[in-house]
């Protein structure tokens, strides 16, 4: 069970290179703490991998590396083509890919608050289903033979191998003077009501009036 903390302004990184290495990954977990966390390996077998901060951007160089379970907690950057077990993403987060293949479970969502945003690379599945919810995809291809659904996403081009399902329309009212369109403490299903706690989808009708501000 190896930790690695930062220290200071450092944040501390694993880093495996050299020839004729091979880690033993046996029952292994290997926690990356720092909120600028970084992952960096010749190819190897992996066991877990945790990236368990909430602020800032880790960073995963997984070329022709194996793992069992990928988790991170917060913004992250995936380069590399890597086989994954299973990997969990940021909830709400921004992540950038490479080349993932997946045997076991993809987990990407967002909330109607602050939908996540996945941008770029190939996720590659056999079979089954791989559903993420309240995500923004860019350029995101989807392959493999898997059954891959965006409930609630937005389709901000270049993707291809998506179903996008997006519920009925409905109205969106704007609420409580001046802010940002992303706060969605400012929008309300009613002229003037209270808040939704969500933020206006692609579909919606948006209404601002005599009671926003």
């Not at 690695?4 to 703490?33: M, P, Q, V």
């Not at 602020?55 to 990928?70: I, K």
């Not at 987990?107 to 056999?126: E, H, M």
């Not at 923004?136 to 409930?151: K, M």
Request: hydrophobic share 30%.
């Amino acid at each position: 069970n190896v930790s690695r903390t930062s220290s200071g302004n450092y944040d501390r990184a694993w880093t495996l290179f050299g020839s004729n290495i091979t880690f033993s990954t046996g029952t292994s977990t290997i926690n990356l703490t720092g909120p600028n966390a970084g992952f960096n390996s010749d190819p190897q077998i992996y066991n877990n991998i945790n990236f368990s901060s909430t602020t800032g951007a880790a960073s995963l160089y997984g070329n022709g590396n194996n793992f069992n379970n990928v988790t991170f907690s917060s913004n992250a950057g995936i380069s590399g083509s890597g086989t994954y077990n299973n990997l969990t993403l940021g909830t709400s987060a921004e992540t950038s890919i490479g080349i993932l293949t997946i045997n076991g479970i993809f987990t990407c969502n967002g909330t109607c608050a602050k939908p996540s945003k996945l941008s770029g690379g190939r996720i590659i599945k056999a079979s089954g289903d791989v559903t993420v919810n309240f995500v923004r995809l860019r350029s995101v291809i989807a392959t493999g033979g898997a059954n891959f659904v965006a409930n609630d996403g937005t389709d901000l081009g270049y993707n291809t191998g998506w179903t996008f399902i997006i519920g009925p329309p409905q109205n969106m009212y704007w609420i409580g003077d001046g802010g940002n369109w992303s706060d969605s403490y400012h929008w309300s299903t009613s002229s003037g009501g209270v808040t939704s706690g969500c933020i206006p989808r692609p579909n919606d009708n948006v209404f601002f009036d005599a009671n926003s501000f």
